[in-house]
């Protein structure tokens, strides 16, 4: 999902996981990366592990903090984590949100494997 800040992108995903009945398993960057080197990795494939084993909507906010095109990359530990998370999204087989305020910031092959971009636009007072 991807809108402006304040559009209700992680509210979204927390009802959802209401509707559904399941539980959720919410991340954000800062859950995830580490100043530790390989330390993001593990915690990226370990929230896709809990959340398939726990049957919980993963969620991971802000998605492009660590998911930017890797052309852009200036350590190969920011590489690896974008690897990380597409191996890791390629063998999940739960429901997968994540949300991010600028779409174009993603890594183009992160933007691939996902099978719906859904826009959250500012609702209008009669919404």
């Known amino acids: ?26 991340y954000r960057a800062s859950d995830l990366l580490s100043k530790w080197v390989g330390e993001a990795e593990k915690n990226i494939r370990a929230a896709f592990e809990y959340s398939e084993e726990s049957g919980s909507l993963l969620v991971i906010d802000e998605i492009d903090t660590f998911l930017f095109p890797r052309n852009q990359a200036r350590q190969s530990r920011e590489l690896s984590q974008v690897k990380e998370f597409l191996t890791s999204l390629e063998s999940y087989q739960g429901l997968f949100i994540g949300t991010t305020n600028i779409l174009e910031r993603l890594d183009p092959a992160v933007l691939r494997r996902f099978h719906h971009k859904v826009e959250l636009r500012y609702l209008k007072p009669e919404q």
Do not use: N, S
């Open 1 to 26: 999902m991807y809108g402006a800040p304040g559009t209700g992108k992680t509210d979204f995903a927390r009802q959802l996981a209401v509707q559904l009945d399941i539980g959720l398993a919410l």
